[in-house]
């Protein structure tokens, strides 16, 4: 099977920078979406394509993949960015997987 | 607006049988794949299986083959997850979500999700 790791816990202070990393053998050629997902709702795609933004999602969510890592980036952090996000990709074999999950904290 | 409207909360009891339902609406509901989400409580998310609605193929996550069976109705835009024997471990929420993207470019991503039904299972 295709596992895809992530930390589970990050933490950042409001207004500062966070990456979010996910791995995976081979990740940098597959197409990686995150999504945040807060207690009681719905997930919500924030980067899709490795580094595009949906309509609605603020420009300080970025993302990037190269070898073996995907990334996720908050810049500017705000106390509303405080969810789990997870990474997701395509694989052949398993059709669609997702991470672990990361835990952000917004100290 | 675009959106899936899923089936309200269930409780049932171990071996009963369900199917939940999650409707799609403002777009077309038979070009896009529908997949099935899991999220145990405490837990991750984790994917179950697609299904296509224009000719009902479907395909499964390994870990979910054999345990729930995933189909669609076109001439309602509607999706569904069944089970044919609950167990206390079916116990989550479940999501249902379209993929949009480039299949062919193995772009599979989750853009619009419904809000969930939760599913119990308990004597």
């Known amino acids: 099977s295709y596992d895809l790791t992530q930390p589970p816990s990050v933490s950042v202070s409001p207004g500062q920078t966070v990456s979010i990393s996910c791995s995976g053998d081979g990740l940098g050629r597959k197409y990686v979406s995150w999504y945040h997902v807060k207690p009681g709702q719905a997930p919500i795609l924030v980067i899709y394509q490795n580094k595009r933004r949906p309509s609605g999602i603020p420009e300080r969510f970025s993302g990037s993949n190269s070898g073996n890592t995907a990334t996720l980036t908050i810049s500017g952090t705000q106390a509303m960015d405080e969810a789990d996000y997870y990474c997701q990709a395509w694989v052949s074999s398993t059709f669609v997987v997702f991470g672990g999950g990361t835990k952000l904290t917004v100290l | 607006e675009v959106q899936l409207v899923q089936s309200g909360a269930e409780v049932k009891k171990p071996g009963e049988s369900l199917r939940i339902s999650c409707k799609g609406s403002?777009?077309?509901?038979?070009?896009?794949?529908i997949g099935w989400v899991r999220q145990m409580p405490g837990k991750g998310l984790e994917w179950m299986g697609i299904?296509?609605?224009?000719?009902?193929?479907?395909r499964y996550s390994p870990s979910f083959e054999g345990q729930v069976t995933i189909s669609a109705d076109k001439s309602i835009s509607t999706a569904y997850l069944q089970w044919s024997s609950l167990k206390a471990s079916d116990t989550a929420m479940y999501y249902c979500?379209?993929?949009?993207?480039?299949?062919?470019?193995?772009?599979?991503?989750?853009?619009?999700w419904g809000k969930g039904t939760t599913v119990t299972v308990s004597s």
């Open positions: 403002g777009y077309s509901f038979t070009s896009y794949w």
């Open positions: 979500a379209r993929h949009g993207g480039s299949y062919g470019d193995g772009d599979y991503h989750m853009d619009v």
């Open positions: 299904v296509w609605p224009d000719d009902s193929d479907t």
